[in-house]
């Protein structure tokens, strides 16, 4: 069993950046793979970026590609978000997951944090 919590969500003008983290409970952070998720109101959960369990890969939607960076610290339980360049289209709860694999299939992580929401204003 793993629990998430995220934050570092806030609202933020166009051009600005924002950096999340999750903090993971227990001892076995290092045996997942880590994902981050956003969904906007009336939209499907979509996939945002994700980190393999000792970071050496990392994938990315295209849609953040070059503005988003994600990293992680296993010492600290820890995956970060490094958000640059924010777009209002960027506004959306933002959900990191813990799974097997790096994958962008929201059916492939097994547990999921609460969100925290991201607001880019225009």
């Known amino acids: 069993q793993v629990q998430l919590v995220e934050s570092g969500g806030g609202l933020v003008q166009a051009g600005g950046s924002l950096r999340l983290s999750c903090v993971a409970s227990g001892r076995t952070f290092r045996t997942y793979a880590m994902g981050w998720f956003r969904q906007a109101p009336g939209n499907e959960r979509e996939f945002v970026a994700a980190i393999s369990r000792s970071g050496s890969t990392t994938s990315s939607a295209d849609s953040v590609k070059g503005r988003f960076t994600i990293s992680r610290d296993n010492a600290k339980n820890t995956v970060n978000l490094q958000m640059n360049s924010l777009k209002p289209e960027d506004t959306a709860l933002y959900y990191c997951?813990?799974?097997?694999?790096?994958?962008?299939?929201?059916?492939?992580?097994?547990?999921w944090g609460q969100g925290t929401q991201v607001t880019v204003s225009s």
């Open positions: 997951a813990a799974g097997v694999t790096v994958t962008g299939r929201v059916s492939s992580y097994d547990y």
